[in-house]
């Protein structure tokens, strides 16, 4: 029995061959598991012209590496996951049509919400060509705007607690959208200083809790605990409010945008001093890419699969003929 076959192709390999991936090709030499045949990875990089429009070094051009397959052709993974690449920047992979060959991906981190148009399959993983880069993450001040929560970023200066928040990290923040707190104006306009404090206070946990892990309470910064419900792919907070955009990770951590304010069912004394709860704070040395987003606004980003449809691309296999004689 002979064997003929074409050459196998791995990552690194699928990168050169692209004229569109000049700048990533820069950095293979510094990405040595790309040209691993042992490796089982999932790469993100982007094309020269959106690292361009990013502004990133040539020596980290916005690519991610992912230790993990995430096989866009196998209909039962999860469609949605959130990673974390070798850099740790954490990110949406979100698979609106798994099983497809010409799928329709989202990738999405901070600031920057794309596609992720043109998928190889290689023999040490899959390679996305993405229309964002992944790079360093945003501060709060910089993402709560991009993602509609400019009033809730507004009550946080108020009350003096963005500095504090800046400087913390990992934790989990429920930001209303500016609709929801436009709606609960009058209540929150109503309380004192210290009640704001403690009102904005418990929308954030010191938990580090992405949407796909949440679990049944998460600890607040106020102190008492969120109760979170989780019925398919939704979650709702104390029963009240729901997360409508998930996971848009910055510097202090997983911000959650939600439809509603929350209210403690217990507020303190109008002059109590109120301070957060288990903030833990590092230095803040990264700077975040310029935005880089494709159809809409990270805002209005939503998880219907008939959002920001695109021309795609069909996947180049790595194929292997066998002719027995």
């Not at 074409?6 to 690194?12: G, K």
């Not at 929308?203 to 106020?222: G, I, N």
């Not at 001093?273 to 704070?281: F, L, M, Q, S």
């Not at 008939?306 to 002719?323: G, K, R, T």
């Amino acid at each position: 029995m002979f064997f003929f076959g074409v050459q196998a192709l791995l990552i690194s390999d699928y990168i050169r061959q692209d004229p569109t991936l000049s700048k990533a090709q820069q950095v293979i030499a510094s990405n040595p598991k790309w040209s691993d045949p042992t490796a089982k990875l999932s790469v993100f990089v982007p094309t020269d012209d959106v690292i361009t429009a990013a502004g990133l070094p040539a020596n980290d051009p916005g690519c991610a590496t992912v230790e993990r397959l995430l096989n866009y052709t196998n209909a039962t993974e999860p469609n949605y996951v959130v990673v974390q690449s070798d850099k740790g920047i954490w990110f949406v992979f979100d698979n609106y049509t798994p099983g497809s060959l010409t799928p329709t991906i989202h990738v999405r981190t901070g600031l920057a919400d794309g596609l992720a148009p043109k998928q190889f399959i290689a023999d040490n993983g899959f390679l996305y060509v993405t229309s964002i880069v992944i790079g360093p993450p945003a501060t709060l001040a910089q993402s709560l705007p991009a993602q509609g929560s400019s009033l809730f970023l507004k009550a946080i200066q108020d009350a003096g607690l963005l500095p504090t928040l800046e400087a913390a990290r990992n934790l989990t923040i429920f930001c209303p959208s500016d609709a929801a707190f436009t709606a609960a104006s009058a209540q929150f306009n109503a309380l004192t200083a210290s009640q704001k404090k403690a009102v904005l206070l418990y929308h954030m946990s010191s938990t580090f809790a992405r949407s796909t892990a949440f679990s049944a309470t998460l600890p607040s910064l106020l102190g008492p605990n969120l109760t979170l419900s989780l019925s398919g792919e939704k979650t709702t907070i104390d029963g009240k409010v729901a997360v409508t955009v998930a996971d848009n990770y910055c510097q202090a951590g997983f911000l959650q945008r939600v439809d509603g304010v929350l209210i403690p069912s217990i507020l303190p004394g109008p002059n109590d001093p109120v301070n957060p709860v288990g903030i833990t704070a590092v230095p803040t040395t990264t700077v975040a890419p310029k935005p880089t987003q494709v159809g809409s606004n990270p805002a209005t980003i939503s998880s219907s699969p008939n959002q920001n449809a695109a021309e795609l691309v069909a996947p180049l296999w790595s194929m292997i003929l066998a002719f027995a004689f």
